[in-house]
């Protein structure tokens, strides 16, 4: 069993920056690759971001690719995501996800454990 709790979401201007943060709970983080994931109001829930159990492999959806930065510190079992150059179309709750895999999944399918997301919200 694993639980998340994300934060570090909030308002920001369009062009600035918010890093997100996933404390999970349990001995086994490193065990699970993890991932974001983001929800807007009447939207499908999308992918994000996704980083292996160690860190060396990530993998960005193309709307992020060269803004957003995920890494995790497994000593401290927390995954990170690093928001630059943000846009009013990022404006969603962002969601950490854990799945018990070595590669990272862009589906949320391969996921069998949420957080309860955090709010991030960028004007224009």
């Known amino acids: 069993q694993v639980q998340l709790v994300e934060s570090g979401g909030g308002l920001v201007q369009a062009g600035g920056s918010l890093r997100l943060s996933c404390a999970a709970s349990g001995r086994t983080f490193s065990s699970y690759a993890m991932g974001w994931f983001r929800q807007a109001p009447g939207k499908e829930r999308e992918f994000v971001a996704a980083?292996?159990?160690?860190?060396?492999?990530?993998v960005y959806a193309d709307s992020v690719r060269a803004r957003f930065i995920i890494s995790r510190d497994n000593a401290k079992n927390t995954v990170y995501l690093q928001m630059n150059s943000l846009k009013p179309e990022d404006t969603a709750a962002y969601y950490c996800?854990?799945?018990?895999?070595?590669?990272?999944?862009?589906?949320?399918?391969?996921?069998?454990?949420w957080g309860q997301g955090t709010q991030v919200t960028v004007s224009s």
């Open positions: 996800a854990a799945a018990p895999t070595m590669i990272p999944s862009r589906s949320s399918y391969g996921y069998d454990y």
């Open positions: 980083i292996s159990r160690s860190g060396g492999t990530t």
